[in-house]
């Protein structure tokens, strides 16, 4: 099992739509889970970071299920500029690497 | 301020050469990553330095790949007997406080 595991997608959406990602990771001992943005042919971009209580940012989501070893990401009110991949980080809890998911990848659609 | 930067951008190279990538993290960030992406992939874990301590090599793919950073300043990734399979971006990035990281922005390495 990956220790990190996303949906690749693609997610196909049409504007105004929203859309939710799920990440898993193995390891309970994980402290820290993020999100990053990837656009294409560019180097990831901190999108948001995920928080036990939850945390809003604009249209943008994020939630942390500690018992079930998932995070979640919602988008809502797409804009064609959200199309890209969506990359889940988790922080190893024994030597603090972070361990990288493959992406989902979400396409907004006119 | 500045941002990491990396050189350079783009390196062609013929198999069986050795090439070195360099990475210059945000001015007193700890913490530098190297990876690797093929194209269409995820990112690839390759050597994570921490301060002075011993740095994770648990990443690289072979020992044809070796990186060096000297305190909490420039880190070089250094490939050498090039193969084909080793063409990818290979990004690198710096963290001040473990956890957001920031990356450059990037070195195409095409190997022939």
């Known amino acids: 099992r990956k220790e990190v595991e996303q949906d690749p997608g693609p997610f196909n959406v049409p504007e105004g739509a929203t859309v939710a990602f799920n990440c898993t990771y193995s390891?309970?001992?994980?402290?820290?889970f993020f999100w990053y943005r990837q656009d294409c042919r560019k180097e990831p971009k901190l999108l948001m970071s995920?928080?036990?209580?939850?945390n809003e940012d604009g249209r943008f989501t994020a939630q942390l299920n500690r018992a079930s070893q998932y995070i979640s990401l919602l988008i809502r009110d797409s804009k064609l500029s959200d199309s890209a991949t969506y990359l889940c980080?988790?922080?190893?809890?024994?030597?603090?690497?972070?361990?990288w998911g493959l992406g989902t990848s979400l396409a907004v659609n006119p | 301020g500045a941002g990491v930067s990396q050189s350079p951008s783009n390196k062609v190279t013929e198999k069986g050469k050795d090439v070195e990538l360099r990475c210059d993290p945000i001015?007193?960030?700890?913490?530098l990553y190297w990876y690797r992406q093929r194209l269409g992939q995820g990112l690839e874990f390759l050597i994570y330095?921490?301060?002075?301590?011993?740095?994770?090599k648990s990443g690289l793919p072979s020992d044809r790949f070796s990186a060096e950073r000297t305190g909490e300043s420039v880190s070089t990734l250094t490939i050498q007997r090039t193969q084909q399979e080793d063409s990818a971006v290979y990004l690198c990035?710096?963290?001040?406080?473990?956890?957001?990281?920031?990356f450059g922005p990037g070195t195409r390495l095409t190997v022939l």
């Open positions: 990035a710096s963290t001040e406080n473990e956890d957001t990281q920031y």
């Open positions: 001015s007193g960030h700890t913490a």
């Open positions: 330095f921490q301060g002075n301590s011993a740095p994770d």
């Open positions: 390891n309970s001992a994980s402290q820290s």
């Open positions: 995920v928080y036990s209580s939850g």
């Open positions: 980080v988790v922080r190893d809890g024994n030597n603090r690497k972070l361990i």
